[in-house]
């Protein structure tokens, strides 16, 4: 059977009624247990803001507490520092100073080094200019030749720029020696060995035929023994690795080049060398130097033998004289001494017995 619209009308509104006073009977326990769990929490949250007042409280005061600490280090650590900034101030202003005047002194020394090398680049292409020609290159031969004979020899032991009279060759050196010239050429085929440094072994053969060449040259022009020349001649080098590169240089058909130059009577001599054969040829110079000496002294002492014996023959015939006249001076002495007696007798009134020798002499004139 159905239920009609009503009554389910009312059946819903009855159980709407229900569920509305169930739940405010709900609502107000609730409510009621709310309240009750809202205080406990306002004592609970009451009690733990007190809590943590205090310990924010404690806390304030240990950290004002530490602060003041860390503030008064901080003050000492601060004047500390000051000192110390002091300090580190000066020692970097000192250092900055002993720096400054450092790069001061290397800018001067990079000033002074960059003049020395600017000199020592124009001297090099002066060098290089004047070993450009070989009239220029001879004479700097010449230069060193000359201060080699003035460090080594007295000045008229040597010449330079000599000229034979019988030829009109012109020598750059020559060495007296006694009554011999020793003839010294400072010329040199330096342009030979130059190619020689710059190529190597394959112009060795041009250095080669220059010496031969230079050194017949030497032998033809120097050495004359009619011009009271000894029988050889000096060919001065005046470098000692060209020296060396002559004494190491030898070919197949001529062999040594030294040995060639000796041939010639020709004789190599680097500027070492020669200084020491100027040393030998000073220490024979005074050698001659003390035999004419010698030579005088005995000269001297002939003169001093021969006046010492007419010297001899004056002094015997002085002695004569002497002796003759101590003779006569005692014949007188007696004389006088007789007729001094005799004048005593007569002063006394007493006639001598015999008349003095002087008297009778006299009466009989």
């Known amino acids: 059977m159905l239920m009609s619209p009503v009554v389910w009308l009312a059946a819903g509104a009855l159980g709407i009624v229900v569920v509305a006073l169930m739940l405010r009977s709900a609502s107000r326990r609730s ?19 007190q809590a943590v007042a205090g310990q924010l409280n404690h806390l304030m005061q240990s950290v004002t507490q530490q602060l003041g600490q860390v503030r008064q280090e901080l003050m ?3 004047a500390s520092t000051g000192q110390l900034n002091a300090e580190a101030q000066r020692d970097v202003a000192n250092q900055l100073k002993s720096s400054t005047e450092a790069l001061a002194q290397m800018h001067q020394k990079v000033g002074e080094l960059q003049q020395t090398s600017q000199d020592l ?5 002066t060098l290089q200019s004047v070993l450009g020609g070989a009239k220029t290159r001879g004479s700097l ?18 010449a330079t720029q000599y000229r034979f009279p019988s030829t009109g060759a012109i020598v750059d050196a020559i060495v007296r020696t006694g009554d011999r010239l020793l003839p010294i050429d400072s010329k040199f085929p330096l342009e030979a060995y ?12 041009d250095f080669s035929v220059a010496v031969r060449k230079h050194a017949d040259s030497i032998a033809d022009k120097y050495i004359l023994p009619d011009e009271h020349t000894f029988d ?20 197949s058909k001529h062999g040594r080049l030294e040995e060639y130059c000796r041939a010639k009577r020709v004789f190599p001599v680097s500027p070492n060398s020669f200084f020491a054969f100027l040393g030998a040829i000073a220490v024979s110079l005074q050698g001659q130097k003390i035999e004419e000496g010698a030579r005088h002294l005995v000269a001297s002492l002939a003169g001093v033998t021969k006046q010492v014996g007419t010297f001899a023959e004056v002094y015997e015939k002085l002695g004569n004289h002497l002796r003759h006249a101590q003779q006569s001076y005692e014949d007188a002495d007696s004389k006088l001494s007789r007729a001094r ?8 009134g007493v006639l001598p017995e015999t008349a003095p020798k002087v008297l009778e002499s006299g009466s009989s004139e």
């Open 141 to 158: 031969g010449e230069i060193a030749l000359e201060g080699l004979l003035a460090d080594a020899l007295p000045q008229p032991a040597y």
């Open 194 to 205: 130059r190619r020689l440094t710059e190529e190597g072994n394959d112009a060795r053969r």
């Open 121 to 125: 680049s124009k001297a090099t292409q």
């Open 76 to 78: 000492t650590g601060v």
């Open 31 to 49: 409510e009621t247990q709310l309240s009750a769990v809202r205080q406990e929490m306002q004592s609970s949250l009451a009690a733990q803001l």
């Open 232 to 251: 050889y001649a000096l060919m001065f080098v005046p470098s000692e690795s060209v020296y060396y590169e002559l004494l190491m240089t030898e070919d």
């Open 341 to 348: 007696n005799s004048l005593e007798q007569m002063s006394q």
